[in-house]
């Protein structure tokens, strides 16, 4: 059993293979966060929680003389605005009487088999024996308002789920201004707090501090999980290293607005609360509707960052990512923005098609331009009809010359943006999100449709699904490129705008779902400005995500390394790009952008046309070696060897299959000296006395493990080395 219940002690258990989660109904129907980390028998931990007579710490009236109880300290597992605790809060409400507390206690439970689902929004799925739910019911008396949090427990995967249904159970209607995912509370702050930053092409930076007293944030205001910030936190001893230390990844499956949010408090103690942003939130509950929050994930580890990782990514690609790219290998493309930007025709791409063949490249992919008056980025969007003009004849026809030289065909869409100067616009001005009497605010010279509206959505899926009906395409990149501003829907009453940017959301989830459930053999690539929306919550839909904009070989090191924290190598979409590099004018070596490229996806995003022969054959040796690891790359155990931020002036990292019986290592000399010290890199992973063959040589697996290997001197800058092991 993952999910125990103590009738005696009112305890909850929920346990995984490593680890475990307690809480406890206390007096008065108060729900108390007990312990959450290394797995242990069933117990009642409720002792470690003092109970002392604290000044300005009030108490529930129910206490009369008791002092020693008080909601201002005690660790709870959903924490109320409003009533007594003044710390970071989950739940905030104005009543019908204009007061904003809320005061919930516990009601029942509710033990089920399976993991559950939440409706309309993406979460972790599993199979009935992998999973097991339960539901915390608790209730507001005052109010009626009732409260029910969900906890899946998947055993084997070491994951635990939280998400929180909020009910308004009165007879008045109740607008709703905060709902977290989750709450997590811990006895002490000895934590470092880590978050992933960034801006556009330079997505997921890794920075890591101490916890202090007070609050400390990351947010997305965008609309979407954003290039800013990752909707993804780990807190952490300070001593945590990749291989040892307790550690706490939470991630947010959801791609709008979010916070996540630490407070250290008067007693030291931590809070941490993840969930949608509150900022722009609000939501009319009537009498007898409900909001359900979106789904948060926790994986504990005590053995530091490297199975944290592991952990995640197993997650994803067990129980989020779905459909048959989840476990199919995947083509290697050809993308031909920066080989042509806007600038083609019919003739160009199929000649780009035809020398992509010829490397063994297996699919072409239309970036943006091949529809409506779309020769730049100023007009077009919204208009999602074929450019036959430009094409030199229908997108049918060009699939099935592409088709016809053995090569699959991919298209580019962004079906959430409309340009001003467009016949979508002319037609539907008010789909476009405007604040009525702005002038608005355009990004990219774009506006946001209104995914909040229905019909909004089903007016540009009929276009887009129509296009598909009629042409073979097995691969669409789903773009997004700008943030979400002038929050205001025409259909919505004024007071409830609040609710757009979540309605917004449900509506791209209905979109995305109907999408991969009609053509479950295309492959979706997700995009925003390349990493803006890289998050759990469109992992569920499309099973890559273009990683970023910055293709740069050596700007990608940072990128690979802090996105893999959380999310698995077969989510990013990497590919070779063009030396000098068009966003940084870098050169960088051919087999180093290979090397980059295959901690990801693979694909090439440049002019063929401009390689020489030797480069070609270059190409055409790491496509097929790509392809003969494509398993150990994207199933396999990653391991960060060395990080961008260090001191070491190599970034290596490997990927060790499940039996062990295979490793690829790869490493990247970022920093050049005139008469250099060695670089030793340790592996890790393998089996310490098992023998490795690499390359004409022999070494025992603890040779490679704790003696390490040492690296060539290099011969150019950004050097590259791949080096295959398999076990003998």
Known sequence: MAVLFNQETQVFMLQTQHCAYQMKVAEYGVLLHLYYGQRIDD???????????????????????????????FPQEYSCFGIG?????????????????????????????????????????????????????????HTHMMLELYYGVLENADVITRAARIINGGKAEVVLKRAMSMCLDFPHDHMDWIHFYGKHTMEREVERSRLIHGRQSICSERGTSSHQHNPFVILCDPMCSEDAGDCYGVGLIYSGSFLAEAEVDQFHQTRLVVGTSPDQFSWMLKPGEGFMTPEAVM?????????????FHYMA????????????????????????????????????????????IEMLVLDDGWFGKRDSDYSGLGDWTVNEKKLGGTLKALAEKINSLGMKFGLWVEPEMISEDSNLYRSHPDWAMRIPGRPGNVARSQFVLDFSRPEVVDGIQDMIFKILDEVHIEYIKWDFNRSISNYFSATLPINRQGEIGYRYMLGLYRFLENLITRYPYILLEGCSGGGGRFDFGMLHYSPQ????????????????????????????????????????????????RGTVAMTGTFGYEL?????????????????EEYKAHYDLINNGSFYRLSSPYGECRAVAWAFVSPDKEECLFCAVMTKLQSNPDGVVIKLKGLEPKRRYQVEDKVYTGEMLMYGGILLPLPKEEYQAWRYYMRAI
């Not at 117990?43 to 108490?59: A, K």
């Not at 994986?299 to 952990?311: A, D, Q, V």
């Open 43 to 73: 117990c009642d931990l409720s002792y470690l929680i003092q109970r002392t007579d604290r000044g300005f710490c009030g108490n529930p009236y129910e206490m009369q003389q008791d002092r020693t109880f008080s909601l201002d300290y």
């Open 85 to 141: 605790d003044y710390r970071t809060d989950c739940v905030k409400v104005i009543n019908s009487d204009g007061s904003c507390a809320v005061d919930y206690r516990y009601d029942s439970y509710e033990i089920k088999k399976g993991k559950y689902r939440l409706e309309g929004l993406p979460s972790l799925f599993a199979e009935e024996e992998e999973g097991e739910t339960l539901i915390i019911r608790m209730k507001d008396i």
């Open 299 to 311: 994986i504990y580890s005590g053995e530091g960052f490297t199975s944290l990782s592991h952990r």
């Open 317 to 360: 690609r067990k129980h989020l990512i779905r459909g048959e790219w989840a476990k199919k290998r995947r083509p290697i493309l050809i993308n031909n923005w920066e080989a042509t930007y806007f600038n083609f025709n019919g003739e160009k791409l199929i000649r780009i098609a035809e020398e992509a063949k010829e490397l063994g």
């Open 545 to 592: 995500i273009w990683c970023s904009d910055d293709t740069d070989a050596v700007e990608r090191l940072k990128i690979h390394y802090g996105t893999t924290f959380g999310y698995p190598v077969s989510s990013i979409g990497a590919h070779v790009s063009a030396s000098p590099n068009h966003q940084t004018g870098r050169h960088t070596p051919l087999e180093t």
């Open 607 to 623: 002019d063929l046309g401009t390689l020489s022969a030797e480069e070609k054959e270059i190409v055409k040796r790491q496509i």
